[in-house]
Each structure stands twice: as C-alpha cells, then as structure tokens.
Nanobody, 120 residues
C-alpha cells in the first residue's frame, strides 16, 4: 500500500490549505485514515483521524479549524485547514490502517509527508 500526499505549501497566517492523500496498491480494505504532523524538534502528533464509516476525531488545537473527510471509492483522505497559524507549520503525514488481503492483518502505512509552512 502506497500513500501519496499533496497540497502542502506556504501560506500566510489566517489562510487555508487542503491536503489530499491517495492510497494505492494492493488494497483489500482500509480502516481508519488520518493525518499526523511533525514540527522541527517535536514528536509526531495526531491531527485528525476518520473511520471507514466517517466518524472523526481531532486533536484539541485543531477542532473548529480543521476538517477531515474521505472518499472511500477513491481511497482518498482530505484535510481542510482554515485559519492557519504559524504554529501549524510542520510536515504533515497521512496514515492508513489497511489490509492487503483477507488472510492478512491490518497494519499502519505512512505517506511521505507534505510540508506546510505558515508565515506570520
């Protein structure tokens, strides 16, 4: 399973970005999908996640500003980010809990990351 993230970039504080992540390859089933981020010198942290059925979870700092969604038919997860702050600057990674076949257990897969930079 390969995850390809896109949509990062440079934006001014208060601006918005929409990240996308497409899963491809030998996919039997994708369970949860999510976005994590890692700022320089900090640990990777959960931004938001979404189940196969559409239930969502957000980190407290992102509630009300970020919206996660997914298109199961396209194996794609999105992250709409509004009212961006300089402290949102980080590399954003997509994540999927997926199975490659009926006889295989699910495991976590990671995308390559996309840089989001918010200038003040």
């Amino acid at each position: 399973v390969q995850l390809q993230a896109s949509g990062g970039g440079l934006v001014q504080a208060g601006g918005s970005l929409r990240l996308s992540c497409v899963a491809s390859g030998s996919i039997f089933r994708i369970n949860d999908m999510g976005w994590y981020r890692q700022a320089p010198g900090k640990q990777r942290e959960l931004v938001a996640s979404i189940t196969n059925g559409g239930s969502t979870k957000y980190a407290d700092d992102m509630k009300g500003r970020f919206t996660i969604s997914r298109d199961n038919a396209k194996n794609t997860v999105y992250l709409q980010m509004l009212s961006l702050k300089p402290e949102d600057t980080a590399v954003y990674y997509c994540n999927a809990d997926a199975r490659v076949g009926v006889l295989y257990s699910s495991r976590a897969y990671w995308g390559q990351g996309t840089q989001v930079t918010v200038s003040s």
